[in-house]
């Protein structure tokens, strides 16, 4: 498949030639793709390759783009797109992945000349303003936006936000710990959800509860307010009693979640200035896609009083696209190097 990045006015170099991997690390999956920069105008980014791995299956990062390797070729960069807080050394803080992750390690491994970590969701708002209509399902606002600040945000295993802001025919992004900031209540039966949280917390964050774990996390704390005790273990197995109707209790979870999940959008977008979109992305959405087109997440993202008006011009839209991260991984890769050759 071929995704389209901005297009850039400098000469190609190098790394706009030879073939790399980009990396999307999740804390349950990692998705891989051999890329192979495209020779058209506007650099098309040509996926050769492509596999998706279970994190709990493999001992490292290391040992799964070794295997990458052994069904593709040696490549001698590498791009990680993945979720925490990146130190100086090489070394990822998150409390997301099942093992150590270090860029330094991964490159003595593998002989990488190159390893390059950068921000999940800094990765994935790379991306997305470039996916066809066909890859996404509007919720919300008009089918297109002036081009602007766009937010990028999806529950997974965390929860992941990043604002794209274009510069003339360039783009930085904004990466976030968005999913950090403390979860705010809106309805009675949110307040006393998050009381039920508080005995556990001293901090319930956004993430807290909008997450697969997250959903798992609203579920037992409504069972508690309910004074029911919990039938399901897993956040599949919630999601798809919601789905399916089969137990009121974890649709009525499921309507929390959409709920939340639509008032801390619209918090974002007017904390970023979003104007250009808002993509939701991540691992959860696509699942309960037609059960949050009939929830209260719409009603819930405009009702911000004053500001439902300016709320109403901004499209959200459900991202669709599996390889989004790769995509967005390599897309960043190419538009860093490409600005770094044009000032030099």
Sequence with gaps: MTAVVPPLQSPRHDYAARPFFAADVGGTHVRVGLIQPGTTEGHAIDVLSYRKYRCADYPSLSAILSDFTSHTQAVSDCIIATAGYALPDGTVITANLPWPLSSNHIRQDLGFESVHLVNDFEAVAHAAAHVSASQVLQLTGPAEAPRGPTLVIGPGTGLGAAVWIPLGNRSVVLATEAGQASLAATTELELAVLQEMLREHSHVSIEHALSGPGLLNLYNALCAVRGV????????????????????????????????????????????????????????????????????????????????????????????????????????????????????
């Design 229 to 344: 005790a919990p039938t399901h273990v897993t956040p599949d197995a919630v999601s798809a009693a919601a789905c399916d109707g089969s137990d009121p209790l974890a649709v009525e979870t499921l309507q929390l979640f959409c709920g939340i999940l639509g008032s801390a959008i619209g918090d974002m977008a007017l904390l970023y200035g979003v104007q250009g979109g808002i993509y939701l992305a991540g691992g959860i959405l696509p699942k309960i896609s037609q059960f949050l087109l009939n929830s209260t997440f719409v009603e819930r993202f405009l009702n911000k009083g004053p500001m439902t008006k300016a709320l109403q011009s901004i499209p959200v839209k459900l991202v669709e696209h599996g390889q989004l991260g790769v995509i967005g991984a390599a897309s960043w890769y190419l538009e860093k190097k490409a600005t770094e050759a044009f000032a030099a």
